[in-house]
């Protein structure tokens, strides 16, 4: 039976571009011994959950609430795109270049 490919998402494929480039023997071990697509995935998830877990700690450190958000969007949505950003560099650092 064919084994189901899963999906790798935009953390997996940054990776998988780094592995290319700077990881080549792990790239081709995973790639000949065909686990490179479940890897790949299994980094994905755990990069989008570090990801979540990552703004709701942010935010609740700097006090972005949906309160804020109701009172003052335009500054809540800035608050936000900051903590996603310091997030996405974190996972970028713990998990991705490396």
Do not use: C, P
């Not at 790798?8 to 998988?16: A, E, F, K, M, N």
């Not at 700690?57 to 903590?83: F, P, R, S």
Request: charged share 30%.
């Amino acid at each position: 039976a064919e084994k189901e490919e899963r999906h790798i998402g935009i953390w997996g494929q940054r990776h998988l571009r780094y592995l290319k480039q700077h990881r080549k023997v792990l790239y081709s071990e995973l790639l000949t011994s065909g686990k490179l697509n479940d890897y790949l995935a299994d980094l994905n998830e755990q990069a989008e959950a570090m990801f979540s877990q990552l703004v709701k700690l942010l935010a609740e450190k700097e006090g972005v609430t949906e309160v804020l958000k109701a009172e003052n969007q335009m500054l809540w949505v800035q608050k936000m795109n900051n903590l996603q950003n310091a997030a996405m560099e974190i996972v970028s650092n713990e998990l991705i270049y490396r």
